[in-house]
Nanobody, 130 residues
Framework: QVQLVESGGGSVQAGGSLRLSCTASVVSVYTYSTYQMAWFRQAPGKEREGVATISTAGSTTYADSVKGRFTISQDNAKMILYLQMNSLKPEDTAMYYC?????????????????????WGQGTQVTVSS
């Protein structure tokens, strides 16, 4: 069982930066390290989309829309997932969610698909004004 709590959202002007955090509550640091972790976002009236994901080995995958601007990372010892967001655009405005799935079922072709993940946080709002 994994509980996820996001923080760090807020309002920022275009071109600015934010860092999101997702704190995981799991039975042990080792257990946390066995999960594929990801960030998703959902804008009003749109489907939830995958933003970035990180494997247990630290391999990262990004949506084309955020490549070069966003960086996903994690501190396994603290069981915290991060999303550093730079050069923010108004189209980045959305509710941002972190998600987790056991690594053994993290199929490579589904890493940015919401149907892969079975643990979700409540979300944190990011608003970017022009």
């Amino acid at each position: 069982q994994v509980q996820l709590v996001e923080s760090g959202g807020g309002s920022v002007q275009a071109g600015g930066s934010l860092r999101l955090s997702c704190t995981a509550s799991v039975v042990s640091v080792y257990t946390y390290s066995t999960y594929q972790m990801a960030w998703f976002r959902q804008a009003p009236g749109k489907e939830r989309e995958g933003v970035a994901t990180i494997s247990t080995a630290g391999s990262t995958t990004y949506a084309d829309s955020v490549k070069g601007r966003f960086t996903i990372s994690q501190d396994n010892a603290k069981m915290i997932l991060y999303l550093q967001m730079n050069s923010l655009k108004p189209e980045d405005t959305a509710m941002y969610y972190c998600a987790a799935v056991p690594a053994e079922v993290a199929y490579a072709n589904l890493l940015l698909r919401q149907e892969l993940y079975n643990y979700w946080g409540q979300g944190t709002q990011v608003t970017v004004s022009s």
